[in-house]
């Protein structure tokens, strides 16, 4: 299981289900696409992928998040009907098998949020642009009235490698964060989640100076979403693969779930 956690004393409110964030919780990672950068996460067929939620629910995962659209550096482009193709028959099979689960949907586009909100009461929508690459999603997601985790990138999934350049880290990232909340918080959206984006325009100094400084965040006073596993900032550092690299991503994550609790 690719694990993520939540970490800060607050609640969502996920279609009227309070979720309490005052401990950590571990999001399940389903990526539907033939090119996201760990390959045991990915599934493309309905019966993969409902083996894999449920192995995932019995490991303790509390949120399956399921993305059609990889963000592994220079991913290919891929259109809006693809990925709303690729992820209709999988949010279908995972609703109608897990009735209460909680769903999270990794897409930046507005239109494929609101169908998934709509159709499959997808609870919470994570955005790796925050709003950046389409400019109808904070409406949209007041609209919807659903959590939305908003994560820290420059430039998109075939940019940002290109674009680590920072006038101050944490600050650049501070700010990036406020004037979204503040947006947002205009338009009547308050279950705001934040990511600081591991690995997403970050080189490997940058991703261990934002991992040592991670609790600053809290001045925000709003849940943080870290995702790092098996990312390169493990495997290249532990000079190994993804595929080798869970012992360094349970022991980052221990390491973090104990700060924050």
């Keep these: 299981m690719a694990e993520s956690f939540f970490s800060q004393k ?44 449920e192995s995932m629910f019995a490991d303790g995962a509390d949120i399956i998040d399921i993305g059609a659209y990889s963000s592994r550096p220079g991913a290919e482009l891929l259109d809006e009907a693809t990925e709303w193709n690729r992820l209709e028959p999988i949010l279908d099979a995972v609703r109608s098998k897990f009735p209460h689960c909680i769903i999270s949907l990794d897409t930046f586009r507005a239109t494929i949020a609101k169908q998934a909100v709509e159709k499959y009461s997808v609870n919470i929508i994570n955005d790796i642009s925050a709003g950046n690459l389409d400019p109808e999603m904070h409406e949209t997601i007041a609209g919807l009235k659903v959590p939305y985790v ?49 690995g997403f325009a970050k080189n490997m100094e940058q991703n261990y100076e934002l991992l040592a400084k991670l609790d600053e965040f809290r001045i925000f006073e709003l849940p943080i979403l870290a995702g790092f596993s098996r990312k390169s900032m493990l495997y290249k550092f532990l000079e190994t693969t993804p ?16 700060q924050f609790l």
């Design 10 to 53: 607050h609640q969502i409110n996920c279609n009227g289900k309070l979720i309490d964030l005052s401990s950590p919780k571990v999001m399940g990672i389903v990526n539907v696409t033939p090119d996201s950068f760990y390959a045991q996460s990915r599934a493309m067929e309905v019966k993969e992928v409902l083996a894999r939620v």
């Design 150 to 198: 908003m994560m820290h990138m420059n430039g998109n999934p075939q940019t940002m490698q290109t674009k680590t350049h920072y006038n101050h880290l944490m600050n650049d990232i501070f700010l990036f964060f406020a004037k979204k909340i503040e947006s947002l918080n205009k338009l009547g959206v308050i279950d705001i989640i934040i990511d600081p984006g591991f």
């Design 243 to 258: 595929e080798n690299a869970l012992n360094g991503t349970t022991v980052l994550i221990f390491m973090k779930t104990q």
